[in-house]
């Protein structure tokens, strides 16, 4: 028997590496919101936010058609399209964030950020989530579900409106955050910086108590740290804002940026206020072979230009708010749906064996993968996440429409439907 | 005034991203072994190492536009194109080389080798050399000009022939390797790999004595430890072999790939046996956005076919001997030309106070760094490099023809008569 793709696969990839779907999908070509498999089977992309203006857009097409035959070199040369893509990328942060230094990946934005903060406070200490992932580095694994409370890096549970008491959910979270703070002090490691997902999304979109992040930003920041925001997954337009950090209600003093930035072309980026970007440069003379290059300010300025004329942000939170009242409505006729969650255009729906049962308990994961297999084989690609691994989650190139949410909507609430009966 | 493009550059990106030349090339455009700047001045480019088929190559420019506007998507689906790459790389290397983990970065992929041989091994002590740089995140940093004897990661002075006795060269530097090792056991870190870039290229070139690698590998292995090769500089042709380790005698257990491979698109590799390659992919779940992707596979996959068809390697052993040995005869009548180091198209020029001279001593930094600036003004690029900065760094995209270099050497017999003149 001929070798099958997928054994091929596991020898020339080794076995392991990570794969989608019960039935592995072999795509060809991707349009829009459009994937293609080997078949010619069309499938709508609910899931990838690395091509944000939908897949091969002409205009990010042309760009990089046009820059790969021109020039495309390292950055220890002068050139006008990567200042142009810094000062576009920086005029849509806040006042705060004034130079940037590119990389090729978010692990690598992380890695940067989290140097320029230790670099910048002269301290160690790290504060990250319990379920959060930032990137595949050996620094950056640290953080990856991170329990420890000893050590540089510490974790807080992360934030979930439904814990503490009722009157005041954030206090209970501030008050691990206190704890953790006292700790590193205690200990002689003084905090440089607490770095979150501003939307959580790798813990799964869970709503955070009103308050909590602002709260928690001053708190590092009394305690002479630095708050970081990876806006690698909530960045650029995702929520329906420029930045997760908007919805959150913080300006971070150092952001990490990535995936969407390039449209496909890897770009990742960190910035912060002149004097901190400056002072990495100088203790560290950091350089990145393939960042900052002509080819990623191509890519990152065609993105910007999409984002900008197709109004794709108002399009996230117009299309992303029909989105979440239909899962709301079907939601109704459906006990294994707990929490819809999100916003814009990066929505979760948490399944449950039962709704009133404890977070962790009620989980169900097997569910949400049934769920996500089921609506891949009517067209439809969506992942799991969550740090219960039962939320299933939405989120469609910034292009989706409200027809496509509509198909969409339909066929999620055959799917439950199905799901219900099979059990 | 108006702000200048350098004067944006420091506002943009903060002041200390590094530059090149005393006075900054403000590059547009690139052809082959030639860059243009913005008044059209042709310059020949003999440093970048990422263009390898040469600048824009028609080749790798109609793959890449092909594969832009039809599908750039992660690697947790199934594509062909990637699994045709990873064989093919795979197949230039020896047989122990069997699966590869894709990443966008060399340091990305450096920082997978390290971890492969710490979970194959269950152990941490890495080796390198006191001069070396593999790459630019915090874990990887740790390798970087390490001086350290006590931890996880110590150095043994970078080998050069000119050490130790006349006799056996090696035997000195072995010597320093195995009190290293002997450290590790000692201390209760057994050594987990030594990492060296086989031709030591950022070290400056040095001539290893003859069978210091192959004996430096037997030595880490018989202590239980793994040999990784970094070929992101010394890689793909560019010593007129496919990699490095076939002009060191070596043949490593684990190897990490980067700069060329794609051309201009971001690609690192980390490679091994299969069994090491599944067992760090098992231990980790690695995920890396960007990395085995279709656009990654097309642009990997037309680099391979170019230096296959133009039969590059063979042009870089002509070319690069007739360059070497016109080197060699400018010398002698240039006392401030040291060794005149390397093979194929990476040659290492070293400027010195006086040839008699220790090696640190006699290094001319700025002698060095005047020849890279006089070149530069007669139109050929260069850079400096070496333990101490003073090796006149000759790396010319492989394409470099036998025209080319007799241009460059009348340049360079030039810039060296006036910088004799000048002194």
């Not at 070509?29 to 078949?39: H, I, P, Q, S, T």
């Not at 890695?111 to 230790?118: N, Y």
């Not at 005041?168 to 003084?190: C, I, K, S, T």
């Not at 770095?195 to 909590?212: D, Q, R, S």
């Amino acid at each position: 028997m001929p070798e099958s793709l997928a054994e091929r696969r596991d020898r020339v990839l080794g076995a392991g590496a990570p794969l989608f779907y019960r039935e592995p999908l072999h795509l060809v070509r991707g349009e829009g919101v459009a994937l293609f498999d080997a078949n010619r089977r069309r499938y709508m992309d609910m899931y990838n936010n690395v091509p944000v203006v939908g897949h091969c857009h002409p205009h990010v097409v042309a760009a990089v058609r046009e820059q790969v035959g021109m020039l495309n070199v390292h950055n220890r040369y002068l050139h006008d399209g990567i200042l142009r893509y810094g000062e576009r990328l920086l005029a849509r942060h806040h006042d705060g964030i004034e130079s940037v230094v590119f990389t090729c990946t978010g692990t690598e934005a992380v890695e940067v950020a989290l140097m320029m903060a230790r670099l910048a406070t002269k301290r160690r200490g790290i504060v990250c989530t319990d379920a959060a992932y930032h990137g595949n580095s050996a620094e950056v694994r640290k953080l990856a579900r991170c329990q420890a409370t000893t050590g540089e890096v510490r974790s807080v549970p992360f934030p979930d409106a439904r814990r503490g008491a009722p009157a005041d959910p954030a206090v209970w979270h501030l008050e691990r955050l206190r704890e953790v703070l006292d700790g590193f002090a205690r200990d002689g490691v003084p905090v440089a910086a607490m770095v979150v997902c501003p939307i959580f999304a790798n813990e799964g979109l869970p709503t955070a108590p009103a308050g909590y992040l602002p709260q928690a930003a001053a708190m590092v920041r009394a305690a002479g740290g630095l708050f970081i925001a990876d806006e690698v997954q909530a960045g650029l337009g995702r929520t329906g804002h420029w930045w997760g950090s908007e919805v959150a209600g913080i300006e971070p003093d150092i952001v990490a940026m990535g995936k969407p930035l390039g449209g496909g072309v890897p770009i990742g980026a960190a910035a912060g206020s002149r004097a901190v970007v400056e002072n990495f440069r100088r203790r560290t003379g950091y350089f990145n072979t393939f960042a900052s290059s002509p080819l990623q300010a191509a890519a990152g300025n065609a993105v910007l230009d999409v984002i900008e004329r197709e109004q794709l942000c108002a399009n996230a939170t117009r299309v992303g708010t029909m989105l979440r009242d239909g899962l709301a409505e079907i939601r109704e006729n459906c006990e294994a749906m707990g929490e819809v969650r999100g916003r814009g255009l990066f929505l979760g729906v948490e399944w449950v064996t039962a709704r009133d049962a404890q977070e962790a308990a009620r989980a169900d994961r097997e569910g949400a993968r049934r769920i996500v297999n089921a609506l891949k084989d009517k067209g439809f690609l969506l992942g799991n996440a969550g740090a219960f691994g039962n939320v299933v989650k939405i989120r469609p190139p910034l292009v989706f429409s409200e027809q496509d949410a509509a198909a969409f909507l339909t066929a999620f609430a055959e799917a439950a439907g199905e799901a219900r009966q099979a059990t």
